[in-house]
C-alpha cells in the first residue's frame, strides 16, 4: 500500500510540473507573439490620430501604458503580478483583469457545460443507433447528417439561424442585452439556447462517430459474447456491459472539446453577445491589451490543464481496471 | 479694443436663423416621454476622457454626456453652443465667448470660465495625452475674466480654431473633477447623465431634466454593446435595439425593411487612393496623372459601395467643397492615361504596390480590388498588399508604402482636414508624401482671414494643384446610414451619422 501512494505522490508531483511547464511555455509565447505583431495599444487605441502625438506625448503613453520597457523587464513584472494573484488591469476599461475575469468566466462555463450536453444528447444515441446495425440505412443515415454538421461553419449556421427567428418570429433574446443565469434565469436560459444549440451541433459530430466506433470495437470482444451466452438480455447487455465500456473514449473526447469550448466559445460569443471569456480575449487584442490577453490566456490555459486532470479523474471511475493502474 | 463679428460667424448666424433649430435654442423637445431608447454600438467605447476619444463608440456616447462650447449646425458649420459664436478681434487674434447663462453640470454645480479654461489648458498639457491637441495648436492663453466670458488668444491668427471647439474631445469637464474619476464616471452638462456601465456590455443614461437646451425626450438611454452587425440587424428587427448607424451599405439594405427605417447621410469623410510622390515609382507627376486618368471614380463607387457615395474632389467641407469635376481627368480617360505613361517615359506601365486593409472598414479591399482592374488597363501592375489593422496603420503613419487606399476624416475646416498631410511641416506630411512651397503659402492664407469667400478661393486654389498634380486620387465621400425602429420619433439624422440631436428623439 505504502508503495502503491509513493508512486501515486510521484505521479502528482509530475502532473503538476508538467502543467507548470506547459502554463510559463504557454504564457512566454503569448507575450512574444503579441509584441511580434505589428501596431501597439497607441495605434490600436487612437488610430491614425496617433500621428499627430507629440514625441513627449507618446512617451508619456508608452509609460502609462507600460510598454517603454524591456521585454524581459515587462514579462517577469507581468509574471511577479501573477505569482502574487494580480493578474494586471485593462487601461480601457479601468477594471483589473481577474474582475474580469470573474464576469466573463462563469458565462463561458455555462455556455461550454450546455453546449457539451447538447453535443452528448445528439451524438450518444446517434453513434448507439448507428452502431446498432452498421452498414444499414440508419447507419449511413447518421453518417451523412454528421458530416454536414460538422462542414456547415457555426458562424454561418449561428446567423443564418438567427436572422431566420428574427424575421420570422421576431424572437431574438441576444439583442435584450446580457443577464447572468442569477440575474434572470429564464432570458438567461433563452439567450444561451441559440449559441448552445449550434456548438453542440458541431460536437455531436466527434462524440457520434467516437461512441459508434468504441461501440463497434467493445462489442465484438470476447466478454460480450461471453454475457450473451449466459443469457444477459439485450438492454441490459447494450447498457451494462456494451455502452460503459465504450464509454471511456467518448469521455476523452469529450474532455477535449470541453477544453476547447473554455478557451471561449469565440465565434458564437461574437455572433450572440455574451460576454465570455472568448470575447474578452479578442477585445484584448484588438485593443493591444497585453496585460489582458496574456492573463486571459493564461486562465484558459490553466483550465484547460485542469479539465485535463478531471478528465483523468473520471476514466478511474468509468474504468474500474485505470482504477487499479 | 474694437471688435467686430465676423462675416462667417454673420452666415453662420443667418444659417442658424433661418433654420431656427441649430444649437442654443430653448426650445422643449416634441414629446419629453418615458422610456429607454436603446441604441446599438458594435464596440465597448475605450476612452471615457473626452479630450482623448477617438473612437466611434465613444463619441457617440460622450456627445450626450457632454456639451462642447460650439456646436455644429446643418452643414456641419460651427454654431452657438455652451457659449455664442465668439467675438473676434480685428487682427484675428483674439477670440471672445459668452457663455449661457445658468448652465450647470449634472451634479447641480455651476459651468463657469474657469471650468472652460480649466478644460482648454487640460487639453493643451502634454501629460493628458489629449488628441485634441492640435487644434488649440494656434492658441497662446485662455482667460477667464469673468464667470460668463472665456477669451482666447492665439499666436497668429487661425480662422479654422473655432471648428475644433465642436467636437465632443473639446467637452468642457468640471475644474474641480479629478480626471482619473472622470474616466471611470464622466460628468459633464449633456443632455444625459451618466448613470452605470457594465464593461463589453453596456452604458445606461439618464435625462438631465435641467439641460441648458430643452429636455430630452427618453427617460433613459442605453449604449448596447452587440458585436456583430448582422446581430444588431436581429436586434433592430425585434426591436430590442432602437437606433444605430451603420456604414457597410449591405447590412443597412437587408436592415432597412419593414418597422426598421434605414435613411442615408452625407459624410465628410472621403476615400482616397493615396499616392506618394515621394516615392521612386511616383515621383514623375505624369505617372500619377496617368492613375488619375485611368481611374474611373463611379465604377469605384458602383463596384465596391453599392452606389452607396459620391464622387469626389479633395475638399468635402460644406462651406469649401472642391468641385469634382475640376481635375485633368474628370472621368476615365484611358487614351490619356496612356498619353501620360508615354510622357512618363513608360508607355507599356509600371508596377505598383497598393497598400489596403481587411480590418478597418466595409470597402477598403473592393475599392483595391476595383483600381487594380481599371489600371491594369492600361498596363499598370497593381500588386495588392492586404494587411491587418495594425500593420496598415502602422505603416501609413510611417509613409512606407507606395500607394495605399484609405478613408480619411473630413472636418467642417478645410484648413483642419488638409494643413496636417499638405504643408512641409503637417503631422502627416510624410504620409501624404508631397509639399511645396506654393501650398504652404496657400495655406498660411488660409487660416489669416476669417471671411469665408476670400478662404473659399484660397482652398479652391490649394483644391487646383492637389489634383493637377494628381498629389492623390480622390474617390468618393461615403453614405452613412442612420437605422432606427419605427416607435421612435423626432430624430433628426445628421451628417456622419452624429448623434448631436438625439436628444430631440423620444418613444412612441
Known amino acids: 500500500m505504502g508503495r502503491l501512494r509513493a508512486v501515486l505522490g510521484h505521479t502528482a508531483v509530475r502532473r503538476l510540473g ?26 490600436a487605441s487612437y488610430g491614425i490620430a496617433a500621428g499627430e502625438l507629440s514625441p513627449e506625448q507618446i512617451a508619456s503613453l508608452r509609460e502609462y501604458y507600460g510598454i517603454d520597457q524591456p521585454w524581459p523587464v515587462q514579462y517577469l513584472g507581468w509574471l511577479g503580478g501573477v505569482v502574487t494573484g494580480n493578474l494586471g488591469v485593462s487601461t480601457t476599461s479601468g477594471l483589473s483583469v481577474a474582475a474580469l475575469t470573474a464576469q466573463a468566466l462563469p458565462n463561458t462555463v455555462e455556455l461550454a457545460v450546455l453546449a457539451i450536453l447538447v453535443g452528448l444528447a445528439l451524438g450518444v444515441p446517434g453513434g448507439m443507433l448507428a452502431a446498432s446495425r452498421p452498414g444499414a440505412a440508419r447507419d449511413g443515415g447518421t453518417q451523412v447528417a454528421s458530416l454536414l454538421s460538422l462542414s456547415v461553419p457555426s458562424f454561418l449556421l449561428a446567423t443564418a439561424v438567427a436572422t431566420f427567428l428574427a424575421n420570422q418570429l421576431g424572437w431574438y433574446p441576444n439583442g435584450e442585452g446580457y443577464r447572468t443565469l442569477a440575474e434572470d434565469p429564464w432570458l438567461n436560459l433563452q439567450q444561451m439556447v441559440l449559441p448552445a444549440a449550434v456548438l453542440g451541433i458541431s460536437i455531436a459530430s466527434p462524440v457520434l462517430q467516437t461512441t459508434r466506433t468504441a461501440i463497434l470495437g467493445v462489442r465484438a470482444e470476447d466478454f ?29 473526447m469529450t474532455g477535449l472539446q470541453f477544453g476547447f469550448l473554455l478557451s471561449g466559445a469565440l465565434v458564437a460569443e461574437q455572433i450572440f453577445a455574451i460576454p465570455g471569456i472568448g470575447r474578452q480575449t479578442l477585445l484584448g487584442l484588438q485593443q493591444k491589451e497585453y496585460a489582458v490577453v496574456q492573463s486571459t490566456v493564461l486562465v484558459i490555459a490553466a483550465m484547460f490543464v485542469l ?9 478511474r471511475v468509468v474504468d474500474p481496471r485505470v482504477r487499479l493502474r | 479694443m474694437t471688435l467686430r463679428r465676423s462675416t462667417a460667424v454673420l452666415a453662420a448666424a443667418a444659417a442658424l436663423a433661418l433654420t431656427a433649430c441649430g444649437g442654443g435654442g430653448e426650445e422643449p423637445a416634441a414629446s419629453p ?28 456616447v460622450l456627445s450626450q454626456v457632454y456639451s462642447t462650447l460650439l456646436d455644429t449646425g446643418e452643414s456641419s458649420e460651427p454654431v452657438a453652443g455652451l457659449a455664442d459664436l465668439p467675438e473676434v478681434s480685428d487682427d484675428g487674434l483674439t477670440y471672445t465667448f459668452t457663455l449661457s447663462e445658468g448652465v450647470t453640470f449634472t451634479d447641480g454645480s455651476t459651468l463657469d470660465s474657469e471650468d472652460v479654461k480649466y478644460t482648454f489648458d487640460t487639453i493643451m498639457d502634454p501629460d493628458s495625452k489629449a488628441s485634441s491637441a492640435s487644434y488649440f495648436g494656434s492658441v497662446k492663453s485662455v482667460e477667464a475674466p469673468d464667470p460668463r466670458t472665456v477669451v482666447v488668444t492665439l499666436e497668429h491668427p487661425d480662422a479654422s480654431f473655432p471648428s475644433g471647439l465642436t467636437g465632443v474631445n473639446t467637452g468642457i469637464v468640471p475644474s474641480d473633477a479629478d480626471p482619473a474619476t472622470l474616466e471611470k464616471t464622466p460628468l459633464g452638462s449633456g443632455p444625459y447623465a451618466w448613470e452605470k456601465r457594465t464593461p463589453n456590455q453596456s452604458i445606461t443614461l439618464a435625462r438631465n431634466d435641467s439641460y441648458f437646451k430643452g429636455t430630452p425626450g427618453a427617460a433613459h438611454l442605453e449604449f448596447r454593446v452587440i458585436p456583430d452587425e448582422q446581430s444588431m440587424v436581429s436586434a433592430l428587427r425585434t426591436g430590442s435595439v432602437n437606433l444605430t448607424v451603420f456604414d457597410n451599405p449591405v447590412t443597412a439594405k437587408t436592415a432597412g425593411t419593414g418597422s426598421v427605417t434605414s435613411t442615408p447621410v452625407d459624410s465628410l469623410s472621403y476615400h482616397v487612393l493615396q499616392l506618394r510622390a515621394a516615392s521612386p515609382v511616383l515621383s514623375d507627376v505624369n505617372s500619377r496623372l496617368a492613375i488619375q486618368c485611368a481611374v474611373s471614380r463611379q465604377d469605384v463607387v458602383d463596384s465596391a459601395a453599392l452606389g452607396a457615395g459620391e464622387v469626389t474632389g479633395p475638399v468635402t467641407s460644406p462651406e469649401y467643397r472642391s468641385d469634382p469635376a475640376a481635375q485633368p481627368c474628370p472621368e476615365q480617360d484611358l ?38 482592374a481599371q489600371l491594369g488597363k492600361v498596363g499598370i501592375d497593381v500588386q495588392l498588399e492586404s494587411l491587418d489593422s495594425g500593420d496598415y496603420v502602422d505603416r ?23 494643413a496636417r498631410y499638405f504643408t512641409s511641416d503637417g503631422s502627416f506630411n510624410t504620409v501624404a508624401g508631397y509639399s511645396s512651397k506654393s501650398l504652404d503659402t496657400l495655406f498660411a492664407q488660409g487660416i489669416a482671414t476669417t471671411d469665408t469667400d476670400e478662404r473659399a478661393e484660397v482652398y479652391s486654389e490649394i483644391s487646383a494643384e492637389l489634383v493637377d498634380n494628381a498629389v492623390w486620387v480622390w474617390l468618393f465621400t461615403p453614405k452613412l446610414f442612420v437605422v432606427h425602429t419605427s416607435s421612435m420619433s423626432g430624430l433628426e439624422a445628421r451628417t456622419d451619422g452624429s448623434y448631436s440631436e438625439l436628444w430631440k428623439a423620444s418613444l412612441g
Not at chain 1, 460480450?224 to 476523452?252: C, E, S
Not at chain 2, 416621454?33 to 466611434?56: H, Y
Not at chain 2, 507599356?348 to 478597418?360: H, P, W
Open chain 2, 335 to 372: 487614351d490619356r492615361a496612356r498619353e501620360y505613361l508615354a510622357k512618363a517615359g513608360t508607355p507599356d506601365g509600371f508596377t505598383l504596390k497598393l497598400m489596403t486593409s481587411q480590418g478597418l472598414y466595409s470597402t477598403a479591399v473592393d475599392e483595391a480590388q476595383a483600381i487594380q
Open chain 1, 18 to 43: 508538467e502543467a507548470l511547464v506547459t502554463l510559463v511555455g504557454v504564457s512566454l509565447l503569448t507575450f512574444v507573439v503579441l509584441r511580434v505583431v505589428p501596431g501597439d495599444q497607441i495605434t
Open chain 2, 396 to 418: 501609413w503613419l510611417a509613409g512606407d508604402f507606395e500607394a495605399a487606399i484609405a478613408l480619411n476624416g473630413g472636418s467642417s475646416d478645410p484648413n483642419t482636414m488638409y
Open chain 1, 307 to 315: 479539465v485535463n486532470l478531471l478528465t483523468d479523474v473520471l476514466y
Open chain 1, 224 to 252: 460480450v459474447r461471453t454475457a450473451q451466452a449466459k443469457g444477459v438480455p439485450p438492454g441490459r447487455l447494450q447498457v451494462r456491459h456494451v455502452l460503459r465500456n465504450a464509454l471511456i473514449p467518448v469521455v476523452t
Open chain 2, 33 to 60: 416621454g418615458e422610456g429607454t431608447i436603446v441604441v446599438g454600438i458594435t464596440a465597448d467605447p475605450t476612452q471615457m476622457l473626452p479630450w482623448t476619444v477617438t473612437s466611434k463608440q465613444a463619441i457617440q
